[in-house]
């Protein structure tokens, strides 16, 4: 990196926000993902002033430059593709307003999502989107990515908490967009940002709904033998017309990794669990709650168990919520895909991951949000096997094949970033995404913030492009 | 293929040799299983304070890993980053994949020791606290006597007024050090206490090294509080000190000495359970197997002294309080011991015991669960850190509106006795079992 760009860098932010030492710059080539990419410095902003002048900067020394929050996304979308600046919002964490009585707070983009709900928790207010990485990751990724979580469902994802931006253009220019209100006149440029994954815009300020804790919560935990039982019983649920707050699959191989963790009390030799949660006025929250638990035993559950209390239920997501990190008992790394399905083609679904896993010899676990048909299967493998891990990416292809064969999506929630982009002509014409690149260009002309992601290099139609090995790949076993 | 794939096929062609050689290396199977999902970031408190990567447990474990495949050398940065780690222990609570973060850290610190040559002051200092002091109870009575020649003599208070302490760059850490007491507990050693009433157990108690010449009294308590709910209280004489402090700087060879004296002392007698009072004691004491590779006869020891371990609340909630208590009315705020509570899993048992005191209103503080700045020696070599996180800390303490604060560990006690009169908010820091002797004391 030109060495005149860090001193003026270090002239505007300060020596303590500049970071461009090779053992500082290792620690931000990853994320949560199984992506590598090491940026040549990395700037700690403290304001949307410093972050418009360091884009300013980075256009004047033509240096591609992209945001990042905590770090815990699962797309690469805050990995540095191309090398150049990681604009770090760490110190940007202040929640700047809270506006009860409007249920609105403002808050910077390196607020973390819980420490948000805590914050207006004497309230009685919590912000809605709950992605299982809640207790580390930041708003500002949150929208960014357009997070979803367990409560999607019946909350919506990100983009729809979200009334109000102050965002950083490619240009170095400071807008607002929206406001605290829930519609704005013009277009929806809120709705255009939420999502675009650090592409259009740096984020610096957000306007966030904050949602009314319900009057009732139950959670129920429902326990099968069979995973085809457990899939029915969605479906079925589906077909009901019965709309659960959250409607959350693990399955057994999971479980077994969770309750080592957790000790909630998961049946550690069931083939798979739902867990399900209602909310609302008590006496809707009963009837429902008695709704499900009839579905559910119609589809041979063995158990249909409601948590007694806030400590059962609490240890019952956070289950859940860590699931993902509880495997890291049992192995080494995953590589976690993020398709959609129709709910109504789940049970095939699984019995094709399933298919999959044993043509390629791999262990996979699945845990997802079966009420919106957002799977994530894991992968499981060991990052100093090299042919394992070619053959992880071959499943993990089939698999996403399957979700776009049977009418799905790439993501729920993860995001395409750098990681599922060379996937996207499977679902978009090239007049689709032409359209796409024409918004881009319309704001980020050069391709200057966070290249590589979101859109096809043009690597040919439908090509997986290999995700890197891990750097702990290099230790021999 | 990008840069970074091309990096990484570097990286795997050329095969660098480890940073680490010697004994206590960060072992692989250890270090696999953080997936860096980043759920601990926001758990710990140095990333909280500077939002770096370098100073996260997922930033430090990367480093371990990095120094381990040659990527990243031993050196000032590495140290740097380790040093300032608290070994609190908060990221092993909040990590689902079951990192040891503390054992890392700790062999981590083990090869600085052995493979990094720190400036000569500190390693001059480093040496004799774990090497020359610590392992031996006469040499910390004599230091202890003139210490406490300093605190009460007026030396203290004309050192204090005179600024002079400010301009050797010493006011914050003279502030830290601990009070000593007139008499100290070296004498009891090798008393027993009997129960009273109906035997109910027979346990040892461990006294550790400063705490016998600074917390004598604490001591006291725990021996009242113990013998008045039915235990036979022996406290063997030859015990020294834990070696968690050694354990936690990367002094490993100091821990495993005092760690063979006490397994010798403590093992001699058959005990219900080996009590301490002190948390940070009580991790190191129960993770002696950590010390001794698996399989050695050394080991097996630990493994039998690590199952009759029990922190003092941990077994007055199991063993269930007997003793007749006084009322009294007062509200208090429990801080948590990171070792009782991240490192021994210990959450509930010191506030069952407060909520048992008739009277006593528990108002829970916000963080609870994050370190104070004590963490150790942490508040002597990391001061600037130590006092941020302790500023952060009394500002919660205050808005509880609680008078007393209790913890479960004796450094945590120093460090907010020190808070509460740094930032005047009035409040008495006392442990839980000094609380439970008060209201003992009354209704006897």
């Not at chain 1, 895909?337 to 049970?347: F, N």
């Not at chain 2, 035997?199 to 008045?228: D, M, N």
Request: glycine share 8%.
């Amino acid at each position: 990196m030109n060495p005149q760009l860090i001193r003026d860098l270090i002239a505007l932010l300060g020596p303590k926000a500049v970071l461009s030492s090779p053992e500082d710059l290792m620690l931000y080539e990853y994320d949560g993902s199984v992506e590598l990419g090491s940026p040549k410095c990395v700037v700690f902003p403290s304001s949307a002033r410093e972050v418009s002048e360091i884009v300013r900067l980075a256009n004047r020394y033509e240096v591609p430059l992209l945001g990042r929050g905590a770090g815990t996304g699962l797309s690469g979308g805050a990995i540095a593709r191309d090398g150049g600046m990681v604009v770090a919002f760490s110190r940007m964490n202040r929640i700047l307003e809270i506006d009860a009585a409007n249920m609105r707070a403002v808050v910077q983009p390196g607020v973390v999502n819980l420490d948000l709900s805590r914050a207006v928790d004497h309230l009685g207010l919590y912000f809605a989107p709950d992605p299982s990485s809640q207790k580390a990751c930041t708003i500002g990724g949150n929208v960014s990515e357009n997070s979803g979580g367990p409560h999607t469902l019946a909350y919506g994802v990100t983009t729809n908490h979200v009334t109000g931006l102050e965002l950083v253009l490619p240009d170095g220019e400071i807008v607002r967009t929206g406001g605290k209100n829930l519609e704005t006149s013009g277009y929806d440029l809120n709705g255009l940002f939420v999502g675009s994954e650090g592409t259009l815009a740096l984020v610096t300020e957000i306007t966030v709904r904050l949602t009314r804790k319900a009057e009732a919560v139950k959670t129920l935990l429902a326990v099968y033998d069979t995973i085809d039982d457990t899939t029915e019983s969605v479906f079925e649920i589906t077909v009901r017309a019965i709309t659960p707050a959250a409607c959350e699959m693990l399955d057994g191989f999971t479980l077994r990794a969770v309750e080592d963790y957790v000790h909630a009390g998961f049946p550690k030799d069931c083939a798979a669990v739902l867990l399900i949660e209602v909310e609302g006025l008590s006496e809707a929250v009963e009837a429902q709650a008695a709704a499900i638990t009839e579905v559910c035993k119609l589809h041979r559950a063995r158990e249909v168990r409601v948590a007694r209390d806030d400590r059962e239920r609490a240890l019952l997501w956070k289950g859940r919520k860590e699931a993902f990190g509880a495997l890291g008992r049992i192995s080494p790394m995953y590589y976690v895909q993020d398709g959609v399905i129709p709910r109504t083609r789940l049970p095939e679904t699984l019995r094709r991951i399933a298919e999959i896993a044993a043509k390629y010899e791999l262990q996979i676990g699945n845990i997802f949000h079966a009420g919106d048909g957002n799977l994530h299967p894991l992968i499981l493998f060991d990052e100093r096997d090299r042919a394992q891990f070619d053959r992880v990416v071959a499943a993990g292809g089939e698999i996403m094949r399957h979700c776009v064969d049977v009418g799905g999506a790439l993501t729920g929630e993860h995001g395409i970033g750098m990681e599922k982009n060379e996937l996207m002509s499977l679902i978009f014409s090239p007049e689709d995404l032409a359209l796409m690149a024409r918004v881009r260009a319309a704001f980020n002309p050069e391709g200057r913030l966070n290249p590589g992601k979101v859109l096809p290099l043009g690597k040919g139609c439908g090509e997986i492009r290999i995700p890197h090995i891990p750097a702990s790949a290099a230790t021999p076993a | 293929m990008t840069e970074t794939t091309a990096n990484t096929n570097q990286i795997a062609a050329t095969a660098p040799a480890s940073g680490f050689s010697g004994a206590d290396i960060p072992a692989y199977e250890d270090y696999a299983h953080c997936v860096h999902c980043g759920l601990c970031l926001n758990q710990c408190p140095t990333y909280k304070l500077w939002g770096l990567e370098a100073d996260s447990p997922r930033g430090r474990i990367r480093q371990i890993i990095l120094v381990d495949q040659g990527r990243l050398p031993l050196g000032d940065s590495f140290v740097q980053h380790i040093d300032q780690c608290l070994d609190c222990r908060a990221c092993e609570s909040a990590c689902p994949s079951g990192v040891q973060y503390g054992k890392l850290v700790e062999s981590a610190r083990a090869q600085i020791e052995q493979n990094y040559r720190r400036p000569l002051f500190s390693r001059l200092a480093r040496d004799f606290v774990f090497r020359r002091l610590l392992p031996y109870p006469h040499r910390i009575a004599i230091l202890a006597r003139v210490l406490y020649l300093y605190q009460r003599s007026g030396l203290q208070s004309l050192a204090r007024a005179s600024g002079i302490l400010g301009l050797l760059g010493l006011a914050d850490r003279e502030r830290l050090l601990p009070p000593i007491d007139r008499k100290f507990f070296f004498s009891s050693l090798g008393r027993t206490y009997p129960a009273i009433g109906q035997r109910r157990a027979r346990v040892a108690l461990f006294a550790g090294c400063v705490a016998q010449v600074s917390f004598s009294k604490l001591h006291e308590a725990t021996i009242r509080v113990l013998t008045a709910n039915g235990c036979e209280v022996v406290v063997p004489a030859g015990q020294t000190c834990c070696g968690a402090l050694a354990a936690h700087a990367g002094a490993r060879d100091a821990a495993r000495g005092v760690a063979r004296t006490n397994l010798d002392v403590f093992l001699k007698d058959d005990f219900d359970a080996i009590i301490t009072n002190a948390a940070g004691c009580g991790s190191t004491l129960k993770e002696y197997g950590h010390l001794f590779p698996a399989g050695t006869a050394e080991h097996s020891k630990a493994s039998a002294f690590q199952k009759k371990m029990r922190d003092a609340t941990e077994f007055l909630a199991d063993l269930g309080m007997t003793a007749p208590l006084a009322e009294l009315p007062l509200r208090v705020t429990y801080q948590d011991s990171c070792h009782l509570l991240h490192g021994q899993k210990i959450r509930e048992a010191p506030r069952k015991l407060l909520r048992a005191i008739p009277g006593v209103e528990l108002v829970e503080m916000n963080m609870a669960d994050y370190c104070c700045g004590s963490a150790g020696s942490y508040n002597v070599t990391e001061t600037e850190t130590s006092l941020a996180l302790l500023a952060e800390k009394m500002k919660h303490a205050r808005a509880t509106g609680a008078p007393v604060i209790v913890t479960a560990n004796p450094g945590c006690l120093l460090q907010m006795r020190a808070g509460a009169q740094i930032h005047s908010t009035g409040q008495e820091v006392v442990h839980v079992v000094e609380l439970l002797d008060r209201v003992l004391a009354k209704s006897h």
